[in-house]
């Protein structure tokens, strides 16, 4: 039990325990209610919540203090967001289905097992007007820049330009928008 606490405290551990509690009474909510209570409940436990975000039903947010968005935010159905080490989003940004946005990490240093390697946090910043398409993955450490696209199943591992759309596995810049 000791190696398990040793990248998290009784505390957050605790504190995660409990949002996923509460996360699970509304995320999969439909309808007016299900979009009111899921907003009333990140409202109270988000870092900050400017205005009304619309939140699909099956989204799932782990570490909520830490997740910070924007005016006018659209996130959608099934989209993993882990904001171990923060997470920022500008205003009028769509996430698309199915997203993974994952602000952890872990080292993997061959001194010690995987299970007790120290974790790494880096924030991710998604700036004002972007768009994340489906299944993309967003990784620590990353700012996607005011404006930017992300093709549909692309990885993001590093930052983007502004106005910039990009896409693959790593994503990188096809493009700029126009």
Known sequence: MQGIFKNYSLKQAI?????????????????VLGFLLRYLT??????????????????RFVYMK???LGNRVLINSNT?????????????????????????????????????QPSKVDKIVIGTDCWIGANSVVVGGV????????G?????TRDTEPY???????????GKRK
């Open 15 to 31: 504190r995660s325990e409990i949002e996923e509690d509460i996360g699970f009474l509304v995320r999969y909510l439909p309808g």
């Open 143 to 150: 700012t996607i820049s005011e404006g930017s696209v992300i």
């Open 42 to 59: 990140y409202k109270l436990l988000f870092g900050k919540i400017k205005s009304i975000p619309y939140i699909y039903p099956g989204v």
């Open 80 to 116: 993993y967001i882990y904001a171990k080490g923060e997470i920022e989003v500008g205003d009028n940004v769509l996430i698309s289905p199915n997203c993974s946005i994952v602000a952890g990490d872990h080292n993997i240093a061959l001194n010690c097992p995987i299970i007790e």
């Open 66 to 68: 830490r997740i910070f």
């Open 152 to 156: 549909a199943g692309s990885v993001v």
């Open 164 to 174: 910039s759309i990009n896409v693959g596995v790593p994503a990188r810049k096809i």
